[in-house]
């Protein structure tokens, strides 16, 4: 208990609380607390070969790292706990299926076009990435009414920002946007 709450918790809550977004490159298994770190973080990019294990059950323990929140609510509850019940190794096409992950790619060519994918996102306007991931983490919890509200407060803050001025101007000179993350 010490230690998931000392030293993988801090961690995870690093990652899901990060103004910038995280991607996991999980090649091979991503077990135990591995696969909650992998999904902790915002996207996900799968060897072909790769799968996500709850092990768990092998060896009379439960879920940790927040892997049954992660789980339930992307699976929803039956299929999450049939998951974590029987130790599915769940490979990479059926994590791509069930929206565990975002992308699949060859086994030999996963940490190439993870890294291309991550430099295409950094290149996108670092508030927008910054607010749109908070408005998700939020959209989680909140019910439709708070999650449309927080989304204006949030819109609020890009569309008054100099990077929506950067974003305005260079589609009118049809050149890329310089962002400044302000």
Sequence with gaps: ??????????VLMAISEAPKP??????????????????ACDL????ENAYIYQAFMAIALV??????????????RKRAYEVIATGEKIRADKCLQ???????APADKLLEETLAWAREIAAKAPLSLRYAKQAVNAAIED?????ISA?????HICITSADA???????MQKRTPVWQGR
């Design 143 to 147: 019910c439709v009414s708070e999650t």
């Design 22 to 39: 995280f991607i996991s490159a999980v090649n091979g298994a991503a077990a135990g607390i591995g696969s909650s770190f992998a999904m």
């Design 151 to 155: 989304e204006a407060k949030l819109q």
């Design 63 to 76: 879920p940790d790292g927040g892997a049954t929140w992660h789980l339930v609510r992307t699976l929803g």
């Design 44 to 47: 996900t990019v799968m060897a």
């Design 1 to 10: 208990q010490q230690q998931i709450d000392e030293e993988y918790k801090p």
């Design 98 to 104: 069930w929206g565990l992950c975002n992308r699949v």
């Design 165 to 171: 001025q950067e974003g305005v101007i260079a589609f």
